[in-house]
């Protein structure tokens, strides 16, 4: 069940020059029962009719434009999940946040069900009275995030594996069958993950589908089961070169339970009708293949030049450079995603946000953060790891936090932290150079880390860098440029 469509059409230029404005002034920022904040778009200035909407569920009441199509991006990160809505200018017309711990059984942790409830929470957040205009949907989720799903039920058969977790036990024949350094041959990639359920699962394997984390909870939405993008697809082994599975992948005995893969943003088919009706949603609402979160933080970064990259400085360290030259190379957790006719040179880190939300709330960063001369360097040198095992720019599954001696001072602490992430990723860009990449002259921050404005001093001068706040820090604003460039394919 192999077939590949290639979009040609380039998304960058989808995204009008007017998109580069900044976000719509909000009218409104509502806090609703649900914990959900969204936005409500400023009144527009076309010559169209203005519609005046009230959503008397939220006292929502602005001018919008009828017949206005809008795009919803979803991104589904690793702490949680957001939306954006966009119009065609790549105004922002809403947007919402949901934590997965609200859906969390504490005795299990249920992640497929919390990504599935979280899923239709977010659905629910967005404002009723702007649903009907919504023209396609896309969502990205964490990369290698593998599931193995029912054939006939769409249910999960296993517990997912997470895009951190390793399956060394896969390795040595995944290296037996693979190319030199191939992208898969690292116990975190999907292959591997793949390799390690099927030696170990036994029983009956023929209805099974390897889904990724955006794939199943966008099946959620369209019901075609089997549908991935060539950017989640690339670490189980999907060659977006040759637009198609390798021969070396394909001769193998699980083969069948591969995706089929299309391009990010593909149109895959109308919304379904349960969901659809049940939320007030179009007819014509066309769900899209998507993309993984940091390619997603990528988009909505609207980096265009080689040479230009984003660094996600989300629960994880995630860095993008855009490349003329396709690097690979999986002793170092280096590979290249297709972006158009360029590679998204780059790797991720198990470093980041993670270990500073398990010693500092996000409002403790924020204090600390404001005491930290960012022009000094730090003497403290840590590796700031949540638990054992790295992935790039050193690919060690036996990698140890590192992270004393710790300071009396927690401003002190916090500044050796922020460095040494930022040490890490120029460690990252210096390699992605040594491997031949287009060089780095100037680098855009997304995630949650891109509020800390001192921190993105203190890696212009670790990196010897411009280092900017993006303009949209969030991948949902990606995903959302997506669904954007997925309604035009469908040339709706
Ligand atoms: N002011 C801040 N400075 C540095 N990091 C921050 C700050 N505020 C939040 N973060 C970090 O941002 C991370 C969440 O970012 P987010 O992009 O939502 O992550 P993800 O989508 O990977 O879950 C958290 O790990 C948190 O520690
Ligand atoms: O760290 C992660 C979760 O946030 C993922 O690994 C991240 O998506 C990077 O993978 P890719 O480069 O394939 O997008």
């Given at each position: 069940?192999?077939?590949?469509?290639?979009?040609?059409?380039?998304?960058?230029?989808?995204?009008?020059?007017?998109?580069?404005?900044?976000?719509?002034?909000?009218?409104?920022?509502?806090?609703?029962?649900?914990?959900?904040?969204?936005?409500?778009?400023?009144?527009?200035?076309?010559?169209?009719?203005?519609?005046?909407?009230?959503?008397?569920?939220?006292?929502?009441?602005?001018?919008?434009?009828?017949?206005?199509?809008?795009?919803?991006?979803?991104?589904?990160?690793?702490?949680?999940?957001?939306?954006?809505?966009?119009?065609?200018?790549?105004?922002?017309?809403?947007?919402?946040?949901?934590?997965?711990?609200?859906?969390?059984?504490?005795?299990?942790?249920?992640?497929?069900?919390?990504?599935?409830?979280?899923?239709?929470?977010?659905?629910?957040?967005?404002?009723?009275?702007?649903?009907?205009?919504?023209?396609?949907?896309?969502?990205?989720?964490?990369?290698?995030?593998?599931?193995?799903?029912?054939?006939?039920?769409?249910?999960?058969?296993?517990?997912?594996?997470?895009?951190?977790?390793?399956?060394?036990?896969?390795?040595?024949?995944?290296?037996?069958?693979?190319?030199?350094?191939?992208?898969?041959?690292?116990?975190?990639?999907?292959?591997?993950?793949?390799?390690?359920?099927?030696?170990?699962?036994?029983?009956?394997?023929?209805?099974?589908?390897?889904?990724?984390?955006?794939?199943?909870?966008?099946?959620?939405?369209?019901?075609?089961?089997?549908?991935?993008?060539?950017?989640?697809?690339?670490?189980?082994?999907?060659?977006?070169?040759?637009?198609?599975?390798?021969?070396?992948?394909?001769?193998?005995?699980?083969?069948?339970?591969?995706?089929s893969v299309q391009a990010p943003g593909t149109p895959i088919g109308y919304m379904k009708e349960d969901v659809r009706t049940n939320?007030?949603?179009?007819?014509?609402?066309?769900?899209?293949?998507?993309?993984?979160?940091?390619?997603?933080?990528?988009?909505?970064?609207?980096?265009?030049?080689?040479?230009?990259?984003?660094?996600?400085?989300?629960?994880?360290?995630?860095?993008?450079?855009?490349?003329?030259?396709?690097?690979?190379?999986?002793?170092?957790?280096?590979?290249?995603?297709?972006?158009?006719?360029?590679?998204?040179?780059?790797?991720?880190?198990?470093?980041?946000?993670?270990?500073?939300?398990?010693?500092?709330?996000?409002?403790?960063?924020?204090?600390?953060?404001?005491?930290?001369?960012?022009?000094?360097?730090?003497?403290?040198?840590?590796?700031?790891?949540?638990?054992?095992?790295?992935?790039?720019?050193?690919?060690?599954?036996?990698?140890?936090?590192?992270?004393?001696?710790?300071?009396?001072?927690?401003?002190?602490?916090?500044?050796?932290?922020?460095?040494?992430?930022?040490?890490?990723?120029?460690?990252?860009?210096?390699?992605?150079?040594?491997?031949?990449?287009?060089?780095?002259?100037?680098?855009?921050?997304?995630?949650?880390?891109?509020?800390?404005?001192?921190?993105?001093?203190?890696?212009?001068?670790?990196?010897?860098?411009?280092?900017?706040?993006?303009?949209?820090?969030?991948?949902?604003?990606?995903?959302?440029?997506?669904?954007?460039?997925?309604?035009?394919?469908?040339?709706?």
């Amino acid at each position: 069940m192999v077939t590949s469509v290639y979009a040609s059409q380039s998304l960058l230029l989808l995204v009008q020059p007017s998109c580069l404005k900044r976000r719509l002034p909000t009218s409104k920022k509502l806090i609703i029962s649900s914990g959900s904040v969204f936005t409500i778009g400023h009144k527009s200035k076309s010559k169209q009719p203005m519609v005046t909407f009230r959503n008397s569920k939220r006292d929502a009441n602005a001018d919008f434009e009828a017949g206005k199509r809008l795009y919803l991006g979803m991104d589904f990160g690793t702490s949680g999940a957001r939306y954006a809505l966009i119009d065609e200018e790549g105004n922002i017309l809403a947007e919402g946040k949901r934590d997965y711990s609200s859906f969390m059984n504490k005795e299990k942790v249920d992640l497929v069900q919390s990504w599935k409830k979280t899923l239709f929470s977010l659905l629910g957040d967005v404002p009723v009275s702007l649903r009907s205009n919504i023209a396609s949907i896309s969502v990205d989720g964490t990369s290698a995030t593998t599931m193995i799903i029912d054939g006939k039920t769409g249910e999960s058969l296993s517990k997912p594996f997470l895009y951190n977790d390793s399956c060394p036990d896969a390795l040595p024949l995944v290296k037996s069958i693979a190319p030199e350094n191939h992208t898969v041959c690292i116990g975190s990639s999907t292959l591997c993950k793949l390799v390690s359920w099927w030696n170990s699962c036994g029983s009956n394997k023929d209805s099974v589908v390897l889904l990724h984390q955006a794939d199943w909870l966008s099946w959620l939405l369209h019901g075609k089961l089997g549908v991935s993008d060539y950017n989640n697809a690339l670490k189980v082994g999907y060659d977006p070169e040759i637009d198609s599975y390798p021969p070396w992948l394909l001769a193998q005995p699980y083969s069948f339970v591969l995706p089929s893969v299309q391009a990010p943003g593909t149109p895959i088919g109308y919304m379904k009708e349960d969901v659809r009706t049940n939320f007030g949603f179009s007819e014509n609402c066309v769900i899209c293949t998507g993309t993984t979160d940091s390619i997603a933080a990528f988009l909505a970064a609207r980096a265009t030049q080689p040479g230009k990259a984003v660094t996600s400085l989300g629960s994880t360290l995630a860095i993008k450079l855009l490349s003329t030259r396709r690097i690979e190379d999986s002793r170092y957790g280096v590979y290249s995603h297709r972006l158009d006719d360029k590679w998204l040179v780059g790797g991720a880190s198990n470093t980041g946000g993670a270990v500073l939300r398990q010693m500092f709330t996000d409002d403790q960063l924020e204090k600390l953060s404001e005491k930290i001369n960012s022009s000094e360097a730090s003497p403290l040198d840590y590796y700031p790891l949540l638990s054992v095992g790295e992935r790039f720019p050193v690919a060690d599954p036996d990698m140890q936090p590192r992270l004393h001696p710790r300071p009396e001072s927690d401003v002190e602490y916090l500044h050796g932290i922020l460095e040494s992430i930022a040490r890490i990723e120029a460690k990252g860009y210096n390699l992605l150079k040594d491997l031949g990449a287009t060089p780095v002259e100037e680098v855009f921050t997304a995630g949650g880390g891109s509020k800390n404005d001192k921190w993105i001093k203190i890696r212009e001068r670790v990196l010897g860098l411009p280092v900017h706040k993006a303009l949209q820090t969030e991948a949902c604003y990606g995903a959302a440029l997506l669904a954007m460039k997925g309604s035009s394919l469908k040339g709706r």
